[in-house]
């Protein structure tokens, strides 16, 4: 963190943001079991590994790309993408 401070930096990079958010659980974690506030057991073994087990794990899955001339004839004339479809909160907006 301090060659991060060196450059300027308040916040870790995003390419390193969930280590970063591991170790912060890990010290908070620790910090809670070691005051005694926890509620529950403090887990054995190491808290930094305990954390990794239970932390959701993005993963991305890539969509293969359909060209238009595998598409049958009744969708090649619909784009790939969908747009969003429009909502607001707005009492009176978009009702019909």
């Known amino acids: 963190p301090s060659e991060l401070l060196k450059q300027g930096l ?3 990079l ?3 943001i969930l280590e970063s958010e591991i170790q912060t659980a890990a ?7 070691d005051s005694g506030l926890a509620g529950v057991a403090r887990p054995a073994g190491n808290m930094e590994a ?12 890539t ?6 001339a595998k598409l049958p004839a009744r969708l090649s004339h619909r784009p790939v993408l969908r747009q ?13």
Do not use: T
């Open 63 to 68: 969509e293969a790309k359909v060209s238009r």
């Open 50 to 61: 305990f954390i990794r087990k239970q932390v959701y794990k993005p993963e991305y899955v």
């Open 27 to 33: 010290r908070v974690a620790k910090l809670v079991f």
């Open 10 to 12: 308040l916040y870790p």
């Open 14 to 16: 995003q390419s390193n």
């Open 84 to 96: 969003r479809p429009r909502f607001s909160f707005a009492r009176g907006r978009n009702q019909k």
